[in-house]
């Protein structure tokens, strides 16, 4: 049985039909074509499908589309600026934290969505917004810089430079 949705996907209102099991994930993969999100165990389990909805961070492959009904939805895509990268992505490539790439923009979503929630999230905060992201590449430790980074930069006085 197919069902009519709308949602609200980067700004722009979608009207989708959808079946019964149709994920989130994959109206947005194969029906939207945003391909930001990625489909890693497709269980709710390794957060490479990451992305925010009504504010909160959520597992795309957990939620059926017809659930979204309504929701306000932001991807990568979305939050990433027309002609630059957030904060968050730049942290990533200072910490040289990338390598397949592959579950980066689940951990991307996960850290965007804690700082729009608490712009000062604490290094601890960001780390604990990651929780049960996997990454089978970079050993997680520059991925801990990111937050470390992310959290000084949170908390140092908008005026006051970094010394060299
Ligand atoms: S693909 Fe959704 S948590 Fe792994
Ligand atoms: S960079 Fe390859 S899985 Fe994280």
């Avoid at 009207?15 to 994930?25: H, P, Q, R, S």
């Avoid at 991307?108 to 604990?128: F, Q, S």
Wanted: aromatic share 2%.
């Amino acid at each position: 049985m197919k069902h009519d949705i709308q949602l609200t996907v980067n700004g722009i209102p979608r009207n989708l039909t959808v079946t019964a099991d149709d994920t989130l994930l994959r109206v947005l993969r194969e029906e939207l074509h945003l391909t930001g999100a990625k489909k890693g165990c497709g269980e709710g389990e390794c957060g490479a499908c990451t992305i925010i909805m009504n504010g909160e961070a959520i597992r795309a492959c957990l939620v059926l589309a017809v659930e979204a009904n309504g929701a306000d939805i932001l991807t990568i895509e979305g939050i990433t600026p027309p002609n630059g990268i957030t904060r968050v992505q730049q942290a990533f490539i200072e910490a040289d934290a990338v390598q397949c790439g592959f579950c980066t923009p689940g951990f991307v979503m996960a850290l965007e969505a804690e700082l729009r929630r608490n712009p000062r999230a604490t290094a601890a905060d960001l780390r604990n917004a990651l929780g049960g992201h996997l990454c089978r590449c970079t050993g997680y430790e520059a991925i801990l810089q990111v937050t470390e980074t992310l959290a000084t930069s949170a908390t140092r006085p908008k005026n006051t430079k970094k010394r060299a």
